[in-house]
C-alpha cells in the first residue's frame, strides 16, 4: 500500500513567488492534516481536512496561505507570495478517522531566498 | 495554553545504557499523549500512544498526570534508536490537531 505523499520533496523559490506544495494520503483516508516546521523550532498544525471541507484552519498563518482538497483526494497548499519566514519543512498526514494513526508523508522542504 | 516541552535538545549515549527521554505537558483537560520517531532520512512515524499501553521496540511511557509528564524510557539502547524523537498532545482527542514538542535527538554510540 503506497504511504502519504508530498511533492516536491524541496523547493527553493525567491521571495515573493508562489509555490505549490501538493499531498496525496492514503487511498479512502478522508481526514488529511498539513503541519510544518521552521527552523529550529516545533512541528506546528496547520490545518485539517475531512473530505473535502475544512475542519480546523486555526493554525493557518496568514491569508498568504491557502489549502484546498477538491474531491476529497489530494490536498495543496499554495504560498503566495512567499516571504523568508516561510522557509521549513512542510509535512502532510493522513487518516482513515480522527482515532485511527495519521501517517505522516515524507515532508516538502521549502527554501525562500 | 496546551504546550509540549521536551527539555533536552540532544541525548547521546552509549549502547546498551538506559535511556530516558524527558517529554512534559500543560494542558487543562484529560490529555491523549504520544511519541512519535523519525529515523534518518525516513518519515515520521508514530511510536506509542499512551492509551495503547504499548511497548514498542523495547520502549515503554507512562502518563503521570501529577507531573505532567510522559517520559519515554528504554532499559539498554540500540544503535538503531538513533533518531529524532517528538512528544506530542491531541489538543481534542484521537489524532487530530497534535500539538508537538521541539523533539530531541537520541544519538547511541557503540
Not at chain 1, 500500500?1 to 523559490?13: L, N, W, Y
Not at chain 2, 538513533?82 to 498532545?89: E, F, G, R, T, V
Given at each position: 500500500?503506497?504511504?502519504?505523499?508530498?511533492?516536491?520533496?524541496?523547493?527553493?523559490?525567491e521571495k515573493g513567488q508562489t509555490v505549490t506544495l501538493r499531498c496525496d494520503p492514503i487511498s479512502g483516508h478522508d481526514n488529511l492534516y498539513w503541519y510544518r516546521r521552521v527552523m529550529g523550532k516545533e512541528i506546528k498544525f496547520l490545518l485539517h481536512f475531512v473530505k473535502e471541507s475544512k475542519q480546523d484552519e486555526s493554525g493557518m498563518p496568514n491569508n498568504r496561505f491557502l489549502a484546498e482538497r477538491t474531491g476529497g483526494t489530494y490536498s495543496t497548499l499554495k504560498v503566495q507570495p512567499a516571504e523568508l519566514e516561510d522557509s521549513g519543512v512542510y509535512f502532510c498526514a493522513s487518516s482513515q478517522n480522527m482515532n485511527t494513526e495519521a501517517f505522516f508523508g515524507q515532508g516538502t522542504r521549502l527554501t525562500v531566498v | 495554553a496546551q504546550r509540549v516541552t521536551q527539555p533536552e535538545k540532544l541525548l547521546s549515549v552509549f549502547k546498551g545504557a538506559p535511556v530516558e527521554l524527558k517529554c512534559n505537558y500543560s494542558y487543562s483537560g484529560s490529555p491523549e499523549l504520544f511519541w512519535y520517531v523519525q529515523y534518518s532520512r525516513q518519515r515520521l512515524q508514530l511510536l506509542l500512544r499512551h492509551i495503547s499501553?504499548?511497548?514498542?521496540?523495547?520502549?515503554?511511557?507512562?502518563?503521570?498526570?501529577?507531573e505532567t509528564s510522559f517520559h519515554l524510557?528504554?532499559?539498554?539502547?540500540q544503535e538503531e534508536d538513533?533518531?529524532?524523537?517528538?512528544?506530542?498532545?491531541s489538543?481534542?482527542?484521537?489524532y487530530n490537531k497534535l500539538i508537538f514538542g521541539a523533539g530531541t535527538r537520541l544519538a547511541v554510540h557503540p
Open positions: 500500500e503506497a504511504g502519504v505523499t508530498q511533492f516536491p520533496s524541496h523547493s527553493v523559490i | 499501553r504499548e511497548s514498542i521496540k523495547g520502549f515503554t511511557a507512562d502518563l503521570n498526570k501529577g524510557k528504554k532499559p539498554f539502547a538513533s533518531a529524532m524523537y517528538y512528544c506530542a498532545l489538543a481534542f482527542g484521537g
